[in-house]
């Protein structure tokens, strides 16, 4: 399964930490946004990685190269940051089946495999990680609207009053049916094309759809004070030395997934 990773955003909400390099080149625990991306992808096996880049894309592409852990990259191009579903459009050329995708600004550590099992087995059309958060929060990102049975039944980019606290965490597993979906899109409230809009559509078409429960924690890194709790967690989860020169495991971390 091909992996596409969205990191074609300017991060002017990460300044000043993105004056001179794009979003994806800030490093959090020694290793650059992206790259904790990358690893996780690949191990998933990923057999090809599709990066969407734009603002300052050849700092990443000279980054990278053309591989990543031995698996080939591919570098299409957002003109202009019209929205995900827009970035998405531009590795249509790239994908001729069932494939993942992951926003270029998240640390995972959790269930991903869980997600691609539910689109391998079940030959679903989409399936996406949800997780509940602080009702404080869900307004950065796209909210579930829930039935009465808990089933979604629709998504809400970024809405200043969110429905729920119920919100898609930026990992998907998707078949190509979702590139005529996005290319029905209208620009939204805030003028851009949203994917959550095209899944939505998804929905309204029949199409099935599948959403699992985050069993872990991840961080959207958005601002600052988001990458310096990704590093606090990342740092938190590596073993420690012994005295005796072994490693002690490190202890299951207590805070929230975005502290």
Known sequence: MKAVVLAAGKGTRLRPLTDEIPKALVEIDGSPLLTHCLEELVSLDAEELVIVVGYQKDQIIDHYGDNFDGVPITYVEQDEPDGLADALLQAES???????LMLGDNVFRGNLDTVVQRQQEQRVDCAFLV???????AS??????TNKYGEIVNVVEKPDDPP???VM??????S??????????QPSDRGEYELSDAIDL???????????????????????EDRDAAERRLQDEKPTPTPDGG??????PTSPSND
């Open 94 to 100: 790239e994908i001729d089946d069932d494939f993942m």
């Open 131 to 137: 997780e509940e958060v602080p009702e404080s929060e």
């Open 140 to 145: 950065r990102y796209g909210v579930c609207v």
């Open 164 to 166: 729920s606290n119920l």
């Open 169 to 174: 965490t930026g990992f998907y597993t998707l």
């Open 176 to 185: 190509p049916a979702i590139f005529e979906a996005c290319n029905l899109v």
């Open 202 to 224: 998804l929905m309204e078409s029949g199409r099935t759809i599948d959403a699992v429960r985050l069993d872990g924690w991840r961080i959207d890194v958005g601002y600052p």
């Open 247 to 252: 490693k002690q495991l490190p202890t299951e």
